[in-house]
Each structure stands twice: as C-alpha cells, then as structure tokens.
C-alpha cells in the first residue's frame, strides 16, 4: 500500500515561486520512482520530472527545465518526502499538481508508468 500527499499549492502572481511537497510512503515494498505531473482543465496530464532512487537520477521535461527543480528528503527511508521547487512562474503553470509513484525501474515519462497517484494540489499563477 503506497501513500501519497501533495501539499504546497496556492495563488501566486506571474514570476513568483511555489514549493510543492509530496510524502510518500509505502507499507510493504519500496517504490523505484516518484514524479511530478499536472493537468491543467481540458489538457492530458502532463510529465514534468522525476526522481530514480536507485541511483538518485533526476529527469526533467523540456518545458520546464531550468525553472522547476526536484529535491528529495529521507531517501532512505519508508516514508519519503519529493519537493518541486517551481520559479518564474507564469499563467500556463496553473493546473493541478500530482505526485505519482512508479515500481518500475526507469524514468518514465507518461502516466502510464505509475501505478499510485496522490490527490493533487491546486496551483494558479495570477498574471
């Protein structure tokens, strides 16, 4: 059984920074991969970055490299916490944010290699 809870949305003006948290925990196996989603209303869900926890590999999408960054806290723990640090931000960031946790091994890019999703966290940037 995996947990996931996301926390940290809010409204923030256009340029202005969010940090996202996820804690995630899992009962009786460890998950290989935690990332970060979003969809905005009427959009797919978008990949945004991830986390390998074998060898602490991060990977972000194109769109927001260089303004999002993921950091990691416990990693080594059953209970682990993501962070998304997301600066610059403009109006196209508002969506709802999701955490998601993967079994697989690589850093997968599209919604299908996650097998656990949080609720997500409601972000709107105010141009």
């Known amino acids: 059984q995996v947990q996931l809870v996301e926390s940290g949305g809010g409204l923030v003006q256009t340029g202005g920074s969010l940090r996202l948290s996820c804690a995630a925990s899992?009962?009786?196996?460890?998950?290989?991969?935690l990332g970060w989603f979003r969809q905005a209303p009427g959009k797919e869900r978008q990949f945004l970055g991830a986390f390998r926890f074998s060898d602490g590999t991060t990977g972000y999408a194109d769109s927001v490299k260089g303004r999002f960054t993921i950091s990691m806290d416990n990693i080594k723990n059953a209970e682990t916490t993501m962070y998304l640090q997301m600066n610059a931000l403009k109006p196209e960031d508002t969506a709802v944010y999701y955490c998601?946790?993967?079994?697989?091994?690589?850093?997968?890019?599209?919604?299908?290699?996650?097998?656990?999703w949080g609720q997500g966290t409601q972000v709107s940037v105010s141009s």
């Open positions: 899992a009962r009786t196996f460890r998950f290989h991969v």
């Open positions: 998601a946790a993967g079994l697989q091994s690589s850093l997968i890019t599209t919604t299908r290699g996650y097998n656990y």
